[in-house]
């Protein structure tokens, strides 16, 4: 079979082993010697699997890779843009449900806190409206009627705006008082102090209790 040189445009025999062919668009035969290739390289160039290109295929083959790996890495941009800007948007929803979601839990805060403290003002009304105070002799062997004599003597209720609701007795000869209102309870504790401390320890058991309770 013979054609064409695709370069000088002579007489070639595609079947002599001097002769090479473009493996691209051109599908061309050429002179080895018109295309610059030594003896010694045709072998290689003929090795199965091996593509050799005319110069023209080969610039176009370039221009065509390069037009493909334009093309990839414009989809490619534009492939991430669109990835950016779902982030985006998934970004601001899910700020925006955490913002929801924290507003809604600051209100919950809030109404158990407030809740919380307002249980603990009514307990502490509770707590401060009545008083009790304890009197207690630093004698142990002493009688519940001597210390009560005591206070009744040395301290004036009447005087003191003291509203007493409850007195008992309690061991080693001491007194409970119990009664409304911290004025008077405060008044007492001051005067009994001033003049029983010789003899008496005498302690709120509000403070106790408010203590133990908060
Ligand atoms: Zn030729
Ligand atoms: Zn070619």
Redesign the pocket.
């Given at each position: 079979m013979s054609s064409k040189c695709?370069k000088c445009e002579d007489t070639l025999d595609r079947r002599k082993s001097s002769s090479v062919t473009?493996?691209?668009?051109?599908?061309?035969s050429f002179h080895a010697n018109c295309c610059g290739i030594s003896n010694d390289s045709l072998p290689c160039l003929k090795s199965p699997g091996f593509c050799w290109?005319?110069?023209?295929?080969?610039k176009m083959k370039n221009k065509y890779e390069l037009y493909m790996k334009n093309s990839f890495d414009e989809k490619l941009l534009k492939m991430i843009s669109g990835f950016e800007s779902m982030f985006s948007d998934l970004k601001q929803k899910i700020l925006a449900t955490a913002k929801d979601t924290f507003s809604e839990m600051s209100v919950a805060n809030k109404d158990v806190s407030s809740k919380a403290l307002k249980e603990k003002n009514s307990y502490a009304n509770i707590v401060s409206s009545k008083s009790m105070i304890v009197v207690k002799p630093k004698n142990t062997g002493q009688t519940n009627a001597e210390t009560k004599s005591d206070i009744v003597t040395n301290v004036s209720a009447a005087q003191l705006n003291l509203k007493v609701s409850k007195v008992k007795q309690i061991k080693d000869g001491g007194i409970l008082i119990s009664c409304d209102g911290s004025e008077g309870a405060n008044n007492f504790k001051k005067v009994a102090s001033e003049k029983l401390s010789a003899k008496y320890d005498i302690s709120d058991v509000n403070m106790l209790l408010a203590s133990k309770a908060f």
């Open positions: 695709g473009c493996s691209g668009f051109c599908n061309n290109y005319c110069a023209e295929c080969f």
